[in-house]
T-cell receptor
Framework: EPEVTQTPSHQVTQMGQEVILRCVPI?????FYWYRQILGQKVEFLVSFYNNEISEKSEIFDDQFSVERPDGSNFTLKIRSTKLEDSAMYFC????????????????FGPGTRLTVL | RKEVEQDPGPFNVPEGATVAFNCTYSNSASQSFFWYRQDCRKEPKLLMSVYSSGNEDGRFTAQLNRASQYISLLIRDSKLSDSATYLCVVTTPSGSNTGKLIFGQGTTLQVKP
């Protein structure tokens, strides 16, 4: 069964360093997302990406964040200068159909990257 | 008011019990509704979509009340393997209609032998 993959599973970095989190969405999917979950808190939307551009972003997704789909398979999240409060689990998700049918709104999540900023 | 609100629990129940989770959402224009399951330190996984007419999948039954902005999940004959956090999730219309998911904080279920 196709699945979303993410690398690395755990990233430890020093405050102020740049990190790139990588995701390979399911191959025929059209919409891509990043979410984050701070330990003990709810899952929060960061950004959505469609047709090679950001379609929506949250207040969390400030100038320190960027996303890219550099080729036909990878989808990356870059944090330019990490802060302690960026420590969280980052989930990538993808979806294959246009909004309109509840069943087709299903988003498939990758296993996550645990980012620890020291 | 939180966009999606759930009782965090934990709910501690014996095997075989029936347990119900509730969820309310604040945006009356919300379009799609889901229950996701999240195991400790793992990704959310879709348990079931929730339809206006209510729907059932084996031991799981979901209900939606749009007038009250209320969603429920009923688990019958609980198994040890049902122990997890159950996430109430909605989508709301946005200008770009991206289908972003809005999560509740989750309700933790612990099924005991």
């Amino acid at each position: 069964e196709p699945e979303v993959t993410q690398t690395p599973s755990h990233q430890v970095t020093q405050m102020g360093q740049e990190v790139i989190l990588r995701c390979v969405p399911i191959s025929n999917h059209l919409y891509f997302y990043w979410y984050r979950q701070i330990l003990g808190q709810k899952v929060e939307f960061l950004v959505s990406f469609y047709n090679n551009e950001i379609s929506e972003k949250s207040e969390i997704f400030d100038d320190q964040f960027s996303v890219e789909r550099p080729d036909g398979s990878n989808f990356t999240l870059k944090i330019r200068s990490t802060k302690l409060e960026d420590s969280a689990m980052y989930f990538c998700a993808s979806r294959d159909k246009r909004v309109g049918s509840a069943a087709r709104n299903e988003q498939f999540f990758g296993p996550g990257t645990r980012l620890t900023v020291l | 008011r939180k966009e999606v609100e759930q009782d965090p629990g934990p709910f501690n129940v014996p095997e075989g019990a029936t347990v119900a989770f509730n969820c309310t959402y604040s945006n009356s224009a919300s379009q799609s509704f889901f229950w996701y399951r999240q195991d400790c330190r793992k990704e959310p996984k879709l348990l079931m979509s929730v339809y206006s007419s209510g729907n059932e999948d084996g031991r799981f039954t979901a209900q939606l009340n749009r007038a009250s902005q209320y969603i429920s999940l009923l688990i019958r004959d609980s198994k040890l393997s049902d122990s997890a956090t159950y996430l109430c999730v909605v989508t709301t219309p946005s200008g770009s209609n991206t289908g972003k998911l809005i999560f509740g904080q989750g309700t933790t279920l612990q099924v005991k032998p």
